[in-house]
């Protein structure tokens, strides 16, 4: 594995990522971009079309020749002078003119200065947008058969009703270079929003680009099929290479179920890249029956990380959503630390917590009072007025689900927020269902004072949605916060409220060890906080623990970063009697020790041995690392490391390892959501057959795009 060389790969992202032509850029001087390295002739043709997708499209997809007229770009219009200098040369085409002095690339919308010369306007294409002579000269041949074009466009238009299934796979293309680009966005469109590829057989696409572009042939299923395969396999090897850049891999494991009742795992791989960037890169997804994908997890992991070039050796931790048993066969046969989801966590520790009877049957009466107004229109419409009445029209009622204790919280604070409405209308309405049983007054009260216990969990969830804190270093406050405010809220409940805290902090202790010495000194997520400048002050664990702690955290640094030998800084006597060992040359030596040293021996004895003097480097700087001051909540703890890391580097190597480990196998924003995701909902009507290149591409795609882009960014910042 390579240490994280920033610039290693920062080049390599930079040579096989091509930025947005919307994108606006600096001006720069003109330079050539070197071809792609370390790509193989039968891929290198495929690059351009992967990662040039919207230059093509800025070159390829700007205004048909006929359409131009038709917005009164011909010599009659007020754009004639424009339209005089684009029959004499091509650059034009891409080209505004704003006055006399000033031009705005239709592309990326830069202004350039023009001193009638198409010079700096031609260079700016191929620098920025790739756009060489050879587009130019296809440009130029496109609108040679302009009029062929449009015939074809007229015959075109008169069977644009006819559904794909009439042939519609087979019409004629007026500009093949044109044809290909829509071909290209057909298949972006279906990878980077989760279609099916059945999407090109819908009549109601089919019209809609048969309108937009009456002469471009739809592609078929298999058709598409057989390009997101070439277009998976050419950022496959990208990925694969990036991979090779990282120090360390956390692998996420993450079991999910489609609407067909299939169940999916989905591998992840995590890591802190040089330049100190998150990286989230998926690996694979495939079907598994779920029985047997939580036992032999450990050889599906291991045959991922094989078809990506990657050891066992180069995982340093698995997060996974499974049973404990789990972490104990990885450590086992792998050698691999691991750890559960946060957010799978939270959710069983908080349902543990709700399983009491008297809180089951309160949840199963408010349940049933949501669903009463869900289905029945009267019910809805009287409280609706009512609502209206007192400005409360905004407030809906919230029907809670099982998966997500969230909900739970949510179906609550509705009834609360809305409970005189409510019994107004149960009132009016006594012939409601004749199962719906109203909440006595006790019960108001339960879920009043249950409300205050589940915000402060979803305070912890919220802290942990940030962007800073997407690292596992910030969930041990978290728990350890939950622990302490819920056990302060329930000093003053009732015993059914006490009950309930009781249960949530004896599972947050029983899964998280936090009760365990030897557990929590072991764990990652306590190494990754006090790696965070954040909380490295260790405030959950006791004097005696954090000392244990600092004492392992030196042991790892001399384990893994050997130093070289300390340098002696002999200087050679010059009486060779000295060097010979005899009386002579040890009263010599004596003498010069006492002439030379009689005041730092002085000193040691008055205030002890300078401890630097025989501390190895390393442990120097986790020593100056503990006295650092805190940073902010608000610090992002991959920025500090960044400004830092010459100040630590050993330190710092360490921190790339333990803040790469997430806290949840997902995205926060999907883990601690509220509802199912956009992600969520479209990946689950996916065919198996294309499923893992579809969420490969949607995930990987724009990840590399962003990561080259920021690059860039990051080498044009002066250091």
């Known amino acids: ?96 003119k704003l006055g006399d002095a000033y031009v705005e690339c239709n592309v ?60 519609l796979y087979h019409a004629a293309s007026c500009s093949e270079p044109r044809a290909d680009v ?106 598994v029956r779920r029985d047997e994908a939580e036992g032999d997890l450990g050889e599906k992991l291991y045959a991922v990380l094989g078809e990506f070039g990657l050891s066992s050796k180069s995982v340093f931790c698995v997060l996974h959503d499974g049973p404990a048993a789990n972490g104990q066969r990885l450590k086992a046969a792998y050698g691999w630390s691991s750890l559960r989801c946060a957010a799978r966590t939270l959710h069983l520790c908080v349902k543990a917590g709700l399983d009491v009877e008297q809180v089951q049957e309160a949840l199963g009466i408010a349940r049933g009072i949501v669903g009463y107004f869900q289905q029945d229109a009267k019910a809805t419409c009287s409280l609706n007025s009512k609502l209206e009445a007192i400005n409360k029209s905004k407030l809906k009622l919230v029907m809670d689900t099982g998966s997500r204790w969230i909900t739970t919280l949510e179906m609550c604070e509705s009834l609360l927020d809305l409970k005189w409405a409510i019994m107004s209308v149960l009132e009016e309405h006594p012939k409601g269902p004749a199962a719906l049983r109203h ?67 004896s599972e947050l202790t029983r899964r998280w060890g936090l009760a365990e010495d030897e557990k929590l000194l072991e764990s990652p997520a306590v190494i990754a906080s ?21 004492r392992r955290v030196k042991t790892m640094l001399s384990q893994v970063f050997q130093p070289p030998p300390a340098a002696q800084f002999w200087v050679p006597n010059a009486d060779p009697k000295a060097e010979g060992g ?11 020790r006492c002439s030379s040293a009689p005041s730092q021996s002085m000193y040691d004895i008055l205030l002890g041995k300078d401890p630097t003097e025989s501390m190895p480097e390393i442990h120097q700087q986790l020593e100056n690392y503990i006295v650092e001051p805190l940073c902010k909540r608000s610090t992002n703890p991959l920025d500090w490391w960044k400004n830092n890391e010459h100040r630590f580097p050993a330190v710092a190597r360490l921190s790339r390892q333990y803040l790469a480990v997430p806290a949840t196998a997902v995205l926060p924003e999907q883990a601690f959501g509220a509802g199912e995701s956009a992600l969520e909902h479209r990946r689950a009507v996916l065919a198996p057959e294309n499923l893992d290149q579809i969420l490969f591409l949607h995930q990987n795609f724009d990840f590399l795009e962003s990561v080259r882009n920021g690059s860039e960014a990051w080498n044009r910042t002066p250091h």
Not at 195 to 224: I, N, R, T
Not at 475 to 493: D, F, K, N, R, Y
Request: proline share 6%; charged share 25%.
């Open 182 to 287: 829509i071909l290209e966005l057909v298949l972006e469109m279906i990878f980077r929003d989760l279609h099916p590829l059945s999407v090109v057989k819908d009549k109601g696409f089919g019209l809609l680009v048969g309108y937009l572009e009456p002469s471009f042939a739809l592609p078929s299923p298999l058709q598409l099929a057989g390009m997101l395969w070439r277009r998976y396999s050419v950022v496959k090897q990208h990925v694969e290479r990036y991979l090779q850049t990282a120090q360390a891999i956390v692998v996420c494991a993450e079991l999910w179920g489609s609407r067909l009742s299939q169940t999916y795992l989905t591998v992840t791989a995590n890591f802190i890249d040089g330049e100190w960037r998150r990286a989230r890169c998926v690996m694979e997804t495939r079907q």
């Open 1 to 96: 594995m390579a240490d994280g060389n920033s610039t290693g790969a920062s080049q390599f992202l930079q040579k096989c990522v091509k930025p947005e032509a919307g994108e606006a850029q600096p001006k720069e001087e003109a330079t050539e971009e070197p071809s792609l390295p370390l790509v193989p002739p039968s891929v290198r043709e495929e690059v351009p079309m992967v990662f040039n997708a919207y230059n093509m499209a800025a070159t390829n997809l700007g205004p048909s020749p006929r359409r131009r007229r038709e917005k009164g770009g011909g010599p009659e219009g007020a754009s004639a002078a424009l339209y005089v200098d684009r029959r004499k040369s091509k650059v034009w085409n891409y080209y505004t």
């Open 439 to 505: 909440l006595a007054d006790h019960q108001w009260k339960l879920l009043q004072d249950l409300v205050p216990v589940m915000r402060t969990v979803k305070i912890a969830t919220s802290f942990l949605r940030e962007e800073q804190n997407a690292s596992v270093s910030a969930l041990m406050p978290c728990i350890h916060g939950i622990v302490a405010a819920i056990g302060q809220q329930s000093e003053e409940a009732g015993a059914v409220i006490k009950t309930v805290v009781g249960n949530i902090r």
């Open 530 to 550: 006090f790696l965070d400048p954040r909380f490295k002050e260790l405030r959950f664990l006791s004097p005696s623990l954090r000392s244990e702690l600092h």
């Open 108 to 167: 990326c919308k830069k202004q350039l200065s023009f001193h009638n010369s198409t010079t700096t306007m031609r260079e700016h294409l191929v620098r920025k947008h790739s756009i060489r002579d050879t587009l130019l000269s296809q440009l130029k041949d496109d609108q040679a058969s302009e009029s062929e074009c449009a015939a074809q466009e007229n015959a075109a238009k008169r069977s644009r009703q006819t559904p794909p299934e009439s042939g």
């Open 582 to 592: 005899d009386a002579g040359g040890q009263l010599s030596a004596r003498k010069d």
